[in-house]
């Protein structure tokens, strides 16, 4: 039976994620992976999961269990509130940050309108514009339309890794009141930095017209699907009444569980740990990308976060080169997918918090290999 | 700041639940309260979650924590697929089945297109398809025009606690096929039968046409956001993609909870318990009814599920009695809220699952007595 005559008109905008594609397909564990966002399974608590689930059941009984607020449970969001010295009002839990820009492009964007991303920028947020038939485009590409907002990772970026200094922050707001647009601050990685000093969030500059996500992805763990968005009290009131209609309210017991190991005080001390985990592994990184890419070959220097960006030549493409690096056992990201109009096929993401210590030196060097021969 | 210029066209339509803001304002325990569609407290495995989190822990290790498939963990979409005898491709993971009702609206509606839904119906749908300006109308209000998909619940419904037959099942079917359009086909009380037959689902009647939404809230806990779709794959295809951008993947540590819970066999021991629980209170409730109402009142006899629909005599106005009986300390959730046409003012919906036993009777002699001074 064909159903095509059944779909919504988004239907046809919607675009599968490459990188979960790669991940429906490949059993990552078996091959030399710098693909995917994950997080190392070195930083899950998993130990003291279940003595966590036991405080969340004695200190808040059947409610961890029970429908709850579709702001979120009050405790987390009061919890995340003084981390980021703001109201609770200001506060709204998202199932996952992704939803947050979901809920966000869903409020904010009609079929035609223009999202202003930068270059390159995150595959899931491309694809929840795309979802909704807006349009994201880069400044040159903006043509004298105005954006209805601007979506940026503003601190080590996902796929760039590159963080914008106080001067672009303030350019941009500054822009953003004078144009009259929002700005969507996408924030998963702000709290692992490795070196150099916090630059104020956009949140922080323009508090009237940003909408703030954070994520408990990669300081707790992904597998509880948990974010917040902070903004103004009548945007987040909009959120709010839609987030009735797709979910009913973020998942309690995980709240609870992320309240349990955010006041406790754990996940402070787990997040250094995280920190010096990956700070070791982007050093390492950088070391053998130094040693072992051809020349001609360069890429970023992350101050923090999960990824780096690496440009070779022109003329490679990274797409076509990607079934030869897999059937070789290593797997990458192109950047072309990160790019809203597809171009920098010569680019491909590294993600360097997943793969085993052990594993870095020879996966590099196989994936050095790959190009070295493309060229 | 007004932040109206910047709402998409969706916004206007979005409509609150006028259950979520009983929820919002009022502390429901002070009360007696029938409104919500809140299981029992008691139905929850409270004393075994540690244990229950150790156990996917040493099971399933970082997997439990990390990110997992859009579709849902192989482990958990195996285990319902069994369940329902489908296969493990007919198997979608949502993270809530509210959210099921969103994507398949999502995937099927157009602004102004027609879904059909009874009379009355689950407001959360009625706020799904309005969020997507879709048009909710019964039969009556078809006028000539083709639904989309028809959207119900067919075991024990959501408010009405009245279950269709397998003639109407098989009408529904067969006008479907005739008219040429889909259905949606919302489950998730169906495992709670307090007397009769089971009746076949529609989607057993119907599997190349029908998306069957299920849930865990009324089996396990709501604290888990988790459902599932079955449906053709060629849907769930796009439901998947869709998913993606909404949330990534469903909750993976909630996930493996569920399989746990379910593959281990205590699902089932604690449904059996349940349904002992709630037979027993919708018995009581129908008793206090009898003695308590005044005439010319009249209610539903469900065979299950947590739900017991009220008529009252002509010209009441359950919505204008509500503050009073909320002031008295008694509440419902107004009837003509699950009516798309705002009709039925005289009905409300009772829920028999939350209330304790104990306060089943001053409560039913409560809102008896508040009916009986507005007649």
Redesign the interface.
């Known amino acids: 039976?064909?159903?095509s005559r059944?779909?919504?008109?988004?239907?046809p905008s919607?675009?599968?994620?490459p990188v979960?594609e790669i991940?429906?397909k490949v059993d990552l564990s078996a091959i030399f992976s710098f693909a995917?966002g994950?997080?190392s399974?070195e930083t899950?608590p998993?130990?003291g999961?279940?003595?966590?689930?036991?405080a969340?059941?004695r200190k808040y009984?059947?409610k961890?269990?029970?429908?709850?607020?579709?702001q979120g449970v009050p405790e987390l969001r009061e919890l995340i509130a003084r981390r980021n010295g703001v109201s609770i009002e200001n506060v709204q839990i998202t199932?996952?940050s992704?939803?947050g820009?979901?809920v966000c492009t869903?409020?904010?964007?009609?079929p035609g309108?223009v999202v202003e991303v930068t270059a390159p920028t995150y595959l899931?947020a491309l694809?929840?514009f795309r979802?909704?038939r807006a349009e994201a485009v880069t400044e040159e590409g903006l043509a004298g339309r105005k954006p209805?907002?601007f979506y940026v990772i503003p601190d080590f970026g996902n796929p760039s890794g590159e963080t914008m200094t106080l001067e672009e922050r303030k350019d941009l707001v500054e822009r953003a009141r004078r144009e009259d647009f929002?700005i969507v601050e996408d924030s998963p990685y702000r709290e692992l930095r490795y070196e150099g000093e916090d630059v104020p969030t956009i949140y922080s500059l323009a508090p009237?017209?940003t909408l703030h996500l954070g994520s408990f992805?990669k300081v707790f763990?992904?597998?509880?699907?948990l974010g917040w968005i902070l903004g103004?009290q009548?945007?987040l009131e909009?959120i709010y009444?839609?987030k009735?209609?797709?979910?009913?309210?973020?998942?309690?017991?995980?709240q609870y569980m992320a309240a349990e190991f955010l006041g406790s005080g754990e996940l402070d001390r787990n997040l250094l740990k995280t920190r010096e985990l990956y700070r070791g592994r982007r050093d390492i990184m950088l070391g053998l990308l130094e040693k072992y890419m051809p020349e001609g070959v360069t890429w970023t220097h992350p101050e923090g976060g999960l990824f780096l960006f690496v440009t070779l030549p022109e003329g490679v493409d990274t797409v076509k080169m990607y079934d030869t690096a897999l059937s070789e056992g290593v797997a990458y990201v192109a950047g072309s997918f990160f790019f809203a109009d597809g171009s920098h096929c010569n680019t491909m993401r590294l993600n360097f918090s997943y793969i085993d210590m052990d594993r870095m030196e020879p996966g590099v060097k196989l994936l050095s290999d790959v190009i070295r021969r493309s060229l």
């Open positions: 039976m064909d159903y059944f779909f919504s008109d988004d239907v919607f675009m599968r994620s979960r991940f429906r995917g994950y997080p399974a899950f998993l130990d999961m279940g003595a966590l689930a036991e969340v059941v009984g059947a961890s269990m029970q429908y709850g607020a579709t199932t996952s992704q939803q820009i979901d869903r409020i904010l964007a009609n309108d899931g694809q929840s979802a909704y209805k907002f929002l009237e017209r992805s763990a992904p597998g509880f699907r103004p009548e945007l909009q009444i839609c009735q209609a797709l979910d009913l309210c973020p998942p309690v017991f995980d």
